[in-house]
């Protein structure tokens, strides 16, 4: 046995009996046409069920809006990326020269799409069982451990609902600048309010924090332009 394959598999926790569903799950679309979106679109399904599964029995007092909340920042690309990266994804992908020589390896959304291949993978060898045993095993610790009033609605939303709730159009985002190598970059994002006239700016490692950082320093504006004797109050 390859011992690569074996210290991902231990890593896992589940030993394949298809390993060539294994090397798919590690096979970048650039990297040739037995690739791994289609293993992808599924352990997305069965990540969400096995987290939304695990969440309705440590929540039982939730409800359904919180343990939406609790998910959604549990399957988030971010979150994602840096379980790849502990269980060594990198090293094991499968990249065109092109991919690899960008910094593909360690790009934030290959890996996490990777990860969730894997749980397709593991899936389709072992059952759902055997992918709801490696789910509870990547983040039943962090499920354990936290509390729902630490998971916040994220800025977007908050944002969204903000302006929602005054009848204003919510906003618009674009990207101003992006900075640094592939495997590297930082973007610069801007959040724009038109019917307000005001806009306000955010930076992150990824275009989705990016935005975050732009829609919470949009949001604390509106907010402190809200409170009596502020722009919005005048």
């Not at 919180?66 to 502990?86: G, K, P």
């Not at 055997?130 to 990547?138: I, T």
């Not at 592939?182 to 924090?209: D, I, K, N, P, Y």
Request: proline share 3%; net charge negative.
């Amino acid at each position: 046995m390859d011992p690569r394959r074996e210290t991902l598999e231990q890593s896992l926790g589940h030993r394949f009996d298809d390993p060539r569903l294994l090397a798919r799950a590690l096979t970048h679309r650039s990297a040739g046409p037995e690739h791994n979106e289609r293993l992808e679109f599924l352990g997305d399904a069965v990540l969400s069920l096995a987290v939304s599964a695990l969440l309705f029995e440590r929540f039982a007092e939730s409800d359904e809006g919180d343990l939406t909340r609790v998910r959604a920042h549990l399957v988030r690309e971010d979150s994602l990326h840096r379980l790849a990266l502990q269980l060594g994804l990198p090293e094991r992908l499968r990249l065109s020269e092109g991919e690899l020589r960008g910094g593909g390896t360690l790009r934030p959304s290959i890996l996490a799409d990777a990860l969730e291949a894997v749980i397709g993978a593991v899936f389709l060898d072992g059952g759902y069982e055997a992918a709801r045993q490696l789910v509870q095993r990547l983040l039943g610790e962090l499920i354990e451990g936290t509390e729902v009033q630490s998971w916040s609605k994220d800025a977007k939303t908050e944002l969204q609902e903000w302006l929602q709730a005054r009848r204003i159009a919510v906003p618009a985002y674009r990207i101003v600048a992006t900075r640094g190598q592939a495997h590297a970059q930082t973007f610069e994002v801007e959040c724009a309010v038109a019917a307000l006239g005001v806009a306000e700016r955010g930076e992150g490692r990824s275009r989705r924090s990016a935005e975050q950082a732009a829609a919470r320093r949009m949001l604390e504006r509106l907010e402190a332009s809200d409170r009596p004797g502020g722009p919005l109050q005048a």
